[in-house]
């Protein structure tokens, strides 16, 4: 149960986040700033660009835990039984976290 959890979680926030952003698109781009807008595109670039740099840490930091899953998969499952080895989930030693 619990990888369709985890799915719909990150489903209903990025849901949650696109709608945000349509409320501070608003807030951002003021008639004030018209034609430019630079006040807005400044913002809008900002936060592009910390979305690409936050996406290349949640890469590099789930390659680290992929390497770590891998060098302990070997002894973490000769613990556990059938039943307890289905229940793991995306915990299970073969599960690769993507981006």
């Not at 489903?11 to 949650?16: L, N, P, Q, R, S």
């Not at 986040?17 to 807008?37: L, V």
């Not at 807005?40 to 936050?54: D, K, N």
Request: glycine share 6%; charged share 20%.
């Amino acid at each position: 149960m619990r990888p369709y959890i985890t799915y719909l979680v990150s489903c209903a926030m990025m849901v949650a986040w696109g709608n945000i952003g349509g409320g501070i698109s608003a807030q951002i781009y003021r008639s004030d700033d018209a034609p430019a807008y630079k006040t807005g595109h400044t913002i809008a670039i900002s936060f592009v660009v910390a979305a690409v740099i936050l996406s290349i840490i949640q890469y590099y930091l789930l390659n680290i835990a992929n390497k770590s899953k891998l060098k302990d998969s070997e002894n973490s499952l000769k613990k556990l039984n059938e039943e307890d080895v289905m229940r793991l989930g995306d915990l299970h030693p073969s599960f690769i976290y993507r981006l």
